[in-house]
């Protein structure tokens, strides 16, 4: 392997060891390593279990470690769920850990101006003033009375984040604890929710399923159990039809019997022609679904049907969605509208009518993260309920807790401030115009990236601190400069982080914190293969230089400070409550209150159970282990008690009607009106049932004629690897991408159309913004689209990630290109289905 770059030989220098070891690992290696012979040579080590969290597949992984080093990453082999094999996000964690460009000490702000190229002038500090700082402003809110305008913002987390995310905001006075997590998900979440009420990723049986069809979704790249999806693909192509409905040629496309390349945005119109031929055809899976009283099928192309001519079995409504919306939506009407031919259209949906119920719709995404992304989530989920696959074998499935210990209850520890604290949000959620419906309730979600736009207009409430960790949502969000501007006007900021992020840039004070995988105490629930997991996060290494758990030694050392000044009820909460479950000792200092956290939560799995799965005798047995496995999940587990208003699958959703409706009624409107604020096209009836909508585009098709698409990386390390040598120089593996380099992918016969060859710089120009990129033309990208993959752009993070530190970056940010905008029924960041238009000119 030839290293292209003279930054990886400087990066590498203060790590020559670690690196010059872990060259050795093998990054797409999913063979099983021989567990007698040391992977280094006569110089013994042992394997230690923890979690890897480069995706939220949260893998259970070992690590080598060899005096006292991390030198090498494999599978948990105790782990049922991912067989014990990894993926490559694994392994970089290598280089995150010895990372030189890591925050090593904690760090205070010098310079008081804030901008996104404004230098902080950082200066080192010791760990007692930063504390002390910290809690002065804190203690200060408070004297004041205005303790609910304290912020915590949440990046990716572990199973202990309530500790800092939940508990520390709620003792101390602020009830604005907002999550990262409608960011990259959420309208993934409310088609399953409004039709069969699982408010939640889906476990997928690929040992048994004979149709997969991966929609907006590449199991094999960037989405939840992609160490299982890779091992299992070689089987599956074997049984089963494989089917990649996406607008580009994803690794999973690659493989596929057939790729379905959809215009962006126009899923929902594919989904409803398919249930169109599925119902016209007699296809559906009559045990689930159930069928018509006589048996004679009734649909027919244009004709509305009697309800009371059919009798469902688990299924609610399949007549008022063919009268509503599916009567004339043939895969004819569906070619105009998609890009995808109707013959394709028939094949598919006969090929999944033949193969039902061992029926796979696997929804990403891709085809749900777009401004009205819901109703295009609804559509394609709908067809796991005409399959009669939800829960059944071969198809989708909810998953199995593990037995755990939940965060305890906070009323004892708070006080007249606490108890009195304002509800409302900074995200806005629950406003009229963000309903945020998770789980049907009004606000119930979270509006995360609008949360900058709350401090932009001090509405609900002025912020006056901030605390985030784990996140950089300056990076991360849609046009986060909006992040900058909100950033510069909070007055005091705190940031818990590996690196340097966009987002430290404007922290007051930054605090190094533990690198997850190798440093942490934490837990972590997941599902694959139709096992649940609780899997253990626990520091296979001595923290690098003065980094601190940022979801339970920090938030500790905070409470210790604030019980210095005379607000003491955080620090007995975390004592009285998270005890030793072994021996019933309170915690005394930082680093035995993470230990006793750790095993608190996770005590009924060790100490334990009845829920079935792995038994174990003690936390020293569990440690050693690492992972909980459940028995598999049972079949047909939620037929007739889904979580819905009717407790069946809803083809006309009365889950949704209801929580609508209270929305509406909250705000003193109608439904029709709530959908009008909301950007919707629907009104009355059809706003209930899965449906097409023409997909909301920003830019005229005249002015910006080409559709932007925002991509995923199999490096791409929940955002945090850019500072990774290997994930620049191993780009390659996904399709299209150059080392060490950002390109725009493109259509061959676009490109010939500009004038354009592989390696011409081009301006990128959408309503927001322009940027430069080179062109890598891809047959891969269909005509009309082109295509970043996300990850580079990064003004900040370390050197490898930023072409000058502060002042350039290295590449293109997507982010910075795309506006904020939101699928407001779920409060899901807009980023996906084709809503943002580009121009593209040579440069």
């Known amino acids: 392997m030839k290293i292209r770059r003279r930054e990886f030989l400087k990066a ?79 392994h970089l964690g290598l280089q995150q850990v010895y990372d030189p460009d890591r925050v090593k000490v904690p760090m205070k702000r010098t310079n008081p101006k804030k901008g996104r190229f404004e230098d902080p002038k950082f200066v080192p500090i010791s760990w007692d003033e930063a504390l002390n700082t910290i809690a002065d402003n804190m203690m200060k809110l408070r004297d004041n009375g205005e303790a609910h305008k304290y912020v915590c913002f949440r990046g990716r987390y572990t199973y202990t984040r309530d500790i800092i995310y939940s508990s520390m905001t709620k003792i101390f006075g602020s009830s604005n604890n907002i999550s990262h997590s409608a960011i990259c998900a959420e309208a993934d979440k409310s088609g399953p929710f409004f039709t069969e009420g699982l408010w939640d990723y889906r476990d997928y049986d690929l040992t048994n399923t004979k149709y997969l069809v991966c929609w907006g979704a590449d199991p094999l790249r960037s989405n939840r159990q992609v160490p299982t999806a890779i091992s299992k693909i070689g089987e599956v192509m074997d049984r089963a039809t494989v089917v990649a409905v996406d607008p580009t040629l994803t690794t999973i496309g690659a493989k596929a019997n057939e790729w379905m390349p959809v215009k962006p945005g126009e899923d929902g119109a594919l989904a409803v022609a398919i249930a169109h031929v599925i119902l016209r055809e007699g296809l559906w899976y009559k045990e689930f679904v159930g069928d018509f009283k006589d048996g004679k099928n009734r649909f027919k192309l244009g004709e509305e049907v009697d309800e009371s001519t059919f009798k469902g079995n688990y299924t609610h409504g399949l007549v008022k969605w063919w009268n509503i919306e599916l009567k004339d939506k043939t895969p004819e009407w569906a070619e105009r509208i998609t890009g995808v031919k109707a013959d394709q259209i028939y094949r598919v949906a006969r090929g999944m009518g033949a193969a039902a119920p061992k029926v796979a719709v696997w929804l990403g995404p891709g085809a749900a993260m777009h401004i009205r992304g819901t109703y295009s989530s609804m559509a394609i989920h709908a067809l796991n309920g005409l399959m009669g696959s939800t829960d059944n074998i071969g198809g989708p499935m909810a998953k199995i807790s593990p037995p755990y210990n939940h965060t305890p209850s906070i009323k004892k520890y708070q006080d007249t401030i606490s108890k009195n604290k304002p ?51 300056n990076f991360s969000g849609t046009e986060g400069q909006r992040w900058d501007k909100a950033l510069a006007k909070v007055p005091f900021t705190v940031h818990l ?121 003690s936390w020293e047995e569990f440690k050693k282990i ?21 407790h069946q699958f809803e083809f006309y959703s009365e889950t ?50 080409f559709t932007f698409i925002d991509s995923r990386s199999k490096l791409n390390k929940e955002g945090r690897s850019a500072n990774c040598p290997w994930m620049q120089e191993f780009r390659v593996i996904d399709v299209g991408d150059e080392r060490w380099d950002n390109v725009l992918k493109m259509n061959p016969d676009d490109a010939k159309r500009l004038g354009l060859k592989n390696g011409d710089m081009v301006k990128i120009t959408t309503v927001v913004t322009s940027r430069k990129i080179k062109v890598k033309l891809s047959e891969g990208v269909r005509p009309g689209t082109v295509l970043s993959t996300y990850g580079q752009g990064h003004t900040a993070y370390g050197r490898i990630a930023s072409k000058k530190f502060g002042k350039e970056g290295f590449g293109m940010n997507n982010n910075d290109l795309m506006p904020a905008d939101y699928d407001r029924l779920s409060g899901s960041t807009a980023r996906n289905g084709g809503f943002v238009g580009v121009r593209i000119e040579k440069v």
């Open 626 to 646: 690492g992972v909980w496995n459940s028995d598999p999940y049972p079949y047909r587990k939620r037929w007739g008690k889904f979580k819905t208003k009717t």
């Open 497 to 617: 982080s590996t690196h340097a992020s966009e987002f430290s840039m404007f922290a007051d004070i930054v605090l190094p914190a533990a690198t997850t995988t190798f440093e942490k105490w934490a837990w972590l629930k997941t599902k694959a293969n139709r096992i649940g997991t609780g899997t253990l996060l626990q520091p296979v290494v001595e923290p690098v230089w003065e980094a601190k758990i940022d979801e339970s030694e920090i938030p500790y050392m905070i409470a210790e400070k604030l019980a210095e000044r005379g607000f003491d009820n955080l620090l007995e909460y975390y004592q009285n409550e998270f005890k030793d479950p072994d021996t019933g000792k309170k915690p005394t200092n930082e680093r035995e209150f993470a230990e006793y956290a750790t095993k608190y939560y996770l005590a009924p799995m060790w100490q334990g159970h009845d829920k079935g799965g792995d038994s174990f005798k």
């Open 656 to 705: 949704l009607k209801e929580a609508l409706a209270k929305h509406a009624k909250k705000h003193n409107v109608d439904v029709n009106k709530v959908l009008e604020v909301t950007n919707y096209t629907a009104r009355d009836e059809k706003a209930f049932v899965p449906h097409y909508e023409e997909p909301y585009r920003y830019g005229s098709k005249s002015a910006y004629p």
């Open 423 to 473: 509800h409302v949000k900074i995200d806005q959620r629950g406003y009229l115009k963000f309903p945020a419906l998770k789980k049907g309730k009004s606000g119930g979600g979270v509006v995360t990236n609008n949360a900058a736009d709350g401090i932009l207009q001090e509405d609900p409430m002025e912020i006056k601190m901030v605390l985030g960790y784990m996140n950089n949502f």
């Open 12 to 90: 590498s220098a203060a790590v020559a060891t670690v690196t010059a070891l872990g060259c050795g690992t093998k990054l797409n290696a999913l063979e099983k390593t021989d567990k007698t012979v040391s992977p280094y040579g006569k110089n013994k080590g042992e394997w230690i279990p923890t979690t890897c969290q480069g995706c939220t597949t949260w893998d259970p992984i070992q690590v080598y470690v060899q005096n006292g080093r991390a030198v090498k990453v494999r599978g948990n082999e105790y782990s049922k769920m991912n067989g014990g094999y990894c993926c490559a996000r694994g």
